[in-house]
């Protein structure tokens, strides 16, 4: 059952021992809605603890800050920014069958949850901050950090389509009740690991410009990944890398696949179809970001794909 | 004399044949600012024209579109962004030594018009915006694009310190009237020239870490520059890399000069003194960024500076 973000105010403040979950591979929105709300009933006097099946990356060790996990029963269990059961890991859903309230903002929410605060915005944060608000709870600059955190990450901090006047209005209010924006940015949107340094040094040795610079191809082999150490979420923005190079219209990138091949991701800035590009070799995806696989070698995948590619500007 | 937003609207109203100066090297800020402020008069029925001594840069060409510069001989001379008549270049001075009216946001500016409009905040495009309202303008999505490219480009999409409430609410009302903030994001924050990723690939090969990680080291030659065709512009950001790396507490550039010897750039994150570290070379400048120059040979350089650099950990 769909509810408002005032009667989530009034089952949450109905209750005591409220357990908080997010969802696995936590991000900076479902992490920064578990530690805000917990911050918030706090504040209340409640019993409160967080949980997610993956531990809390060093990057958001802050949301944390001053936080001592207790160990009860919980007689009330929230999901925040989780839109699938499945989200929460096996472990989560086998101790915790049952989940009473979500909060989330994803179209795509399954309804898993007894009630359900679906929020039509850019982040579960700005879902968050309005239940939170409707409980009167005052917010604290640690609260405003947590908050922030998910409305900055999910929208790319306030660069990306799906931000919205009202994010921006939330944020400021959160700036002016203490977030340490500047800091947190930096730490957010500046900090890259070493690992990502280095495979991106290697990466960018392969860098292929054709049609003028219209197109331009990079690939990661599975030795690049070995070499540097970098873990699949470092590797996660790389393929964004040829599209963004001035006059770029087609970026390519190629993976090599741990059995040999590559998976191919097709990024278009304008106006050529990633996804009938793609389609080409067997894959899809959307006009501007689509993706395939091909089996062969290295320089006869690239020859494939160049070709393929010119035929699109 | 300083003036207010409405005092400052009520002077633009009360002319016609405006010419509104941006200063040398233009930025986002001072461009959106004229053209913005262009478009708001030209709306009223004025005659206006834009002028910079140097070129409209590639990128932000968008901020002209279907704007037709008309000459005439200016009654009213408006300079935007502009802290010191030394900015707007020899040409531009000799043509109008006089300058009626600036708008401008910089604690520094140095008074030199008739009127000057000082706002208190993040940038040139926020007062623009304030006069602009009290002008009774309707805003178009083209201001709108205008403005918002000032508010994003001087506070690095909101990410910076000098990001004010305000400047989130003011963004949040040029989206509402029609600002396409996510394609000017891209454009503005994510694009990089061929040169530069060039220059950033043969830059990052240099990285060389010390004091377990702890500090950061990179270099770029004259060669390289040469080699990339990369120009000052796009040097600018590289460095700012070495601190960007996860666990890095001070970050050193080695930039090699024409004649020899290198200019070092030092930036720290939490706790060390860049200022201090530097002035062990004889250089200066703040606490998380500071400059000097050695003139020694690379090896020998790069030795000094990270045994010097390894006593402020
Ligand atoms: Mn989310
Ligand atoms: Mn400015």
Redesign the interface.
Known sequence: MKISAKEAAMLLCAHDRILILSHKNPDGDTLGSAYGLLRALRSLGKTVRTQCTDRLPQ?FSYLADGVQQEDFTPEFVVAVDVASVSLLGDAVTEAYPNVDLCIDHHHTNELYAQKTYLYDGASACEAVYEVICEMGVSITPDLADCLYTGMATDTG?????N????T??L???L??QGAR??EL??LL??????ER?AV??MV??T?S?AAD?KIALICISQEMVKESGADESELGGIS?IPR????VEIGITMREKEAGGYKISVRTAAYADASKLCAAFGGGGHIRAAGCVINAPYEQAKTMLLEEAARFL
């Open positions: 990057m901090c306030f660069r990306f389509s931000t919205t006047p009202k921006m209005r944020a400021a209010d700036m002016e924006y500047a940015n930096r949107f500046e900090t890259k690991s070493k340094i991106e040094r960018l040795d860098i410009y610079g964004g963004t190079i001035e006059g």
